[in-house]
């Protein structure tokens, strides 16, 4: 092969240029090109990767001790080692500080501190700060002049960890036009190396169009949410061609003119729908979205719809065949003088598909209707559904072995479309001789 003829140091220095995925790849073509690569410390701390879920947030308010609101912009970054999934995630968090915020009731003076000037030496702060403290759960605060410079400052450190580590899951909320801004020209300017396709929330004023011109969303989305308790309007952009090729759309706290034949229509195609919205579907017509669910074949699929009355989830079930489905009682989480009892069910439909539906309650007021198939369908599953929408409906061991009805997850379900983890090959680079946290970074590695 090529590769075997090329000089060692040659070949060292073009590896150390690349994203660790690439050199994990290159290094995997020939067996001489792997035992050097284990060698040298450089290129064996990259083999040694960390595999990260990203949280980016724009638009986080906190409030000084005047209670003035102040914005904030931070990066939580959740790590494991490479080929360790049973290992618990360690978990950072970086704080973009800047003049006029200091003085926020949430800032800690004994914060340890990165100096930004660091972001501009990428494999220096990578090995001397990251791998060495930023995997003992703590928070940092980074330094900066402005608020530009922290939106900047921060695209800079996105950067660094999509080069060095392996990015698993990227969520951005993007609350802030004007810091979003920022960061999007700087990401044009120095294109992300981001192999997944990202989860983003927005606010319902961005265009659309120019939003998804940014380079970093070259792969396409994940996930779309858009919602704002202020703002309940989406600008002539319902029907948005985007939103046919993203698997994932949600709606929050908006007026929508989604109608019946929308759900079947223009995002028949939709992975994951969620309505938190109010929209054009009364609830007689949430009946008939069932109905078409056990009367159509259809491709795995989790629908989420608000209604404002109070309806069981028997309610919805009027034009099913009672043969078809079953009901399960769990125990509410709801602390009372009885025990109250909450009821979903599970039905199969003309094709022996099996759906799940369960009514979502959250702060007594917000119902939705949440509908998905059995295969992904366990206690697990109606826990971190209970989490993220922060309803306390369903607690753990509340559930009657004999009534509840779940079955066992099937892996075939999946709404993810990024590309693979290394670390699913055949590869192993746990492996190698040293370890990047405890080695002495090579000074001829250049920045």
Known sequence: MIL??????????VLLDLHTVDIIRTVKCTRRLYQFAKADKALSR???????????????TVYTKYDNPVLRLYLDAKFRRANDERTRWSSSR??????????????NDQTPKIESGLLDRPSFFYDRHFLRICEDGTKFDINNGSLDDAAIN?????NILMKFCVIHKLIMD???????DKMNA???ANPPNLRIQPCVSIPPKINLDDFLMGSIFSNGLAEISIGNEFQSTFADAYHHEVFRRIPSVS??????????????????????????SETRIPEEQICQIVQNFYEVKQNERILEIQFDEDFLVKDFLTLIPKKAYRLHLVRSGIVGPEPETRTWAKMTDKFGGRWALVVIIVDDCWRFLHICSMKCFTEDYLFNLCDDLSCEQFNSDQFDSDQSGFDQPDSDFDLSDSDSDPSDSDFDPSDSDSDPSDSVPDTSDSD
């Not at 075997?4 to 220095?13: S, V």
């Not at 960390?50 to 638009?59: A, E, F, K, P």
């Open 186 to 188: 700087f990401f044009n």
């Open 154 to 158: 921060c695209a800079k450190l996105l």
């Open 4 to 13: 075997d003829g090329l000089p060692l140091e040659l070949m060292r220095e």
């Open 46 to 60: 990259r083999l040694q990767y960390r595999v990260l879920d990203v949280h980016l947030c724009l638009d986080e």
């Open 174 to 180: 993007l609350g802030n036009d004007h810091m979003w």
């Open 251 to 276: 709606f929050y706290t908006m007026d929508l003119p989604y109608t019946y034949e929308d759900v079947f229509g223009f995002f028949k195609d939709t992975k994951k729908l969620s309505f938190h």
């Open 94 to 107: 970086f704080d973009f500080c800047f003049e006029g915020d200091c003085r926020s009731t949430h800032r």
